[in-house]
């Protein structure tokens, strides 16, 4: 059969693998997600009929892949079909059981939808090479319920562009071929070819379940809306292409701020120049930033009270916002988004003894919860070895016991009653001089204080006391302190 008398769903087909081959042409094999529906069985009967047309274009032939959820009773006999209906057309097909990943995604509040969709993009995530691309059977229809959705809650650009056509996934890339804003097809299509075909599918029961509101959208909306619009998902189709061209511009505009003042190592922001535009531009980057950081979209909530509790609060303020089991902090004009730091364990009375050895050197100091202390030799700016056991104490401690002095059970050396000096610089009260070296305020209740005997010789992260630097070109010693790392909890 000549192409020009395919079938207008496999024309459909056709035209968009080869936009997909002009636009990512390293693309070698097509992987289809399979899971046994119409949509994707029609997906997989028109890529076996017309391979002799595209296997110029993606010469690693084609693969499927099917998710087992094991959320229904019928999800092993779905399975056996989907792996009978590619042997048939000598197509490889990738099982995977997904039910651990979900429930990891029910734990952490998701909705049994939602679960389920974000499993099944984790394994497709996983199973693309970089030279494959995933085709995804979604339709017009798909889009305009999508759009709707995002509509009723009230979304801006982004949730209105709905389901995009195509974007990166894992290694690999995405491709919706019958999600076309022109020229695309609806379920009704599809449907009418597999009908003329005489195509075998399945039909999982919670499709049904008029509790999901795609379902009760699906079944109890879009037809109504369609009798007084027939042709209304051609028309939502072609909203979500507006829409998501204005998203493309508006992450184009975020990038843009983005590059130039986002440390995505450290996982801060510069918002100096953010706080002087508009409200909208402000959404717009934290929005943005957040998602570079956490791969999830905030709320508009959640972004107001960012901007309103975090950004825009008094000076001398110490914000703590908390998402997705982070912390969302600000010091010196900048956002941090963080992990939270292990609770580091309070210094018992008199504080750590740090020893000297036969050598006089002092060895590693393993604090709990906050890291090691190692001393390393400093060409300049160094510190002299001390002459006497050190003690390493924190914020708040009890010296009492090794004091001559007894000051109480406890102590705050942060309080602004403790003075010292850096060496060569003035004497100071010991919080002005953390704040003076940007120590974050979250960190200074664990900066390792590190005394000789009653003298404060070296401040964690800050540098050597009055008292007990080097002389000029003496080789000293540096106080190393590698302070434990905020990571994702297990």
Same mark, same amino acid.
């Given at each position: 059969m000549s192409d020009k008398h395919l079938p207008a769903p496999a024309l459909t087909l056709l035209t968009s693998l080869q936009q997909l081959d002009k636009q990512y042409p390293h693309c070698r094999t097509l992987v289809i997600a399979l899971s046994g529906g119409l949509d994707s069985m029609v997906l997989l009967e028109l890529c076996h009929q017309t391979r002799r047309q595209w296997q110029s274009w993606f010469p690693g032939g084609v693969r499927a892949v099917h998710v087992h959820h094991g959320l229904s009773i019928n999800a092993d006999a779905w399975l056996e079909f989907c792996v009978a209906a590619c042997e048939q057309r000598s197509v490889p097909v990738e099982v995977v059981r997904a039910g651990l990943q979900l429930k990891v995604y029910r734990d952490s509040g998701d909705s049994l939808e939602e679960a389920a969709r974000r499993a099944r993009y984790a394994v497709f995530e996983d199973s693309l090479a970089s030279d494959e691309v995933l085709l995804m059977a979604h339709h017009q229809d798909?889009?305009?319920?999508?759009?709707?959705?995002?509509?009723?809650?009230?979304?801006?650009?982004?949730?209105?562009?709905?389901?995009?056509?195509?974007?990166?996934?894992?290694?690999?890339?995405? $491709?919706?071929?019958?999600?076309?804003?022109?020229?695309?097809?609806?379920?009704?299509?599809?449907?009418? $070819?597999?009908?003329?075909?005489?195509?075998? $599918?399945?039909?999982?029961?919670?499709?049904?379940?008029?509790?999901?509101?795609?379902?009760?959208?699906?079944?109890?909306?879009?037809?109504?809306?369609?009798?007084? $619009?027939?042709?209304?998902?051609?028309?939502?189709?072609?909203?979500?292409?507006?829409?998501?061209?204005?998203?493309?511009?508006?992450?184009?505009?975020?990038?843009?701020?983005?590059?130039?003042?986002?440390?995505?190592e450290e996982g801060s922001l510069q918002i100096g120049e953010l706080k002087q535009q508009s409200l909208a531009m402000q959404s717009l980057v934290l929005r943005h930033w957040l998602y570079a950081e956490a791969g999830l979209w905030p709320d508009s909530q959640l972004v107001r009270t960012l901007r309103e509790d975090v950004i825009f609060t008094a000076d001398d303020a110490e914000p703590l916002l908390q998402w997705q089991g982070r912390e969302i902090r600000r010091f010196r004009e900048r956002l941090y988004f963080m992990w939270p730091r292990e609770a580091h364990v309070p210094a018992p009375a008199g504080g750590y003894l740090w020893q000297p050895a036969p050598d006089g050197r002092l060895p590693a100091l393993v604090l709990p919860g906050n890291g090691t202390l190692r001393l390393i030799q400093a060409r300049q700016g160094g510190m002299r070895l001390p002459q006497s056991q050190c003690h390493v104490l924190y914020r708040h401690y009890s010296r009492h016991d090794w004091s001559q002095h007894d000051l109480g059970a406890t102590e705050n050396l942060l309080g602004g009653s403790f003075d010292c000096a850096l060496a060569g610089r003035p004497r100071r009260s010991l919080k002005k001089i953390l704040q003076e070296s940007d120590v974050p305020p979250w960190d200074r209740s664990r900066v390792p204080l590190i005394f000789s005997g009653e003298q404060l010789a070296w401040i964690g992260g800050v540098g050597v006391c009055e008292g007990f630097q080097v002389a000029d070109g003496e080789t000293g010693w540096a106080v190393n302190w590698q302070m434990p790392l905020a990571e994702e909890p297990e």
């Open positions: 798909d889009q305009a319920e999508t759009v709707l959705m995002h509509l009723l809650r009230g979304s801006g650009a982004r949730g209105l562009s709905g389901i995009p056509v195509h974007r990166k996934l894992g290694n690999g890339q995405l $491709w919706r071929p019958f999600l076309q804003a022109e020229g695309g097809l609806c379920r009704a299509d599809l449907q009418a $070819w597999a009908d003329a075909a005489g195509l075998r $599918w399945i039909e999982d029961e919670s499709n049904n379940d008029l509790n999901m509101s795609r379902n009760f959208l699906r079944h109890q909306v879009v037809p109504v809306l369609k009798q007084e $619009w027939p042709g209304l998902a051609a028309t939502l189709s072609r909203t979500a292409a507006l829409q998501a061209d204005n998203e493309e511009l508006l992450t184009g505009l975020a990038d843009q701020y983005l590059r130039q003042h986002h440390d995505a």
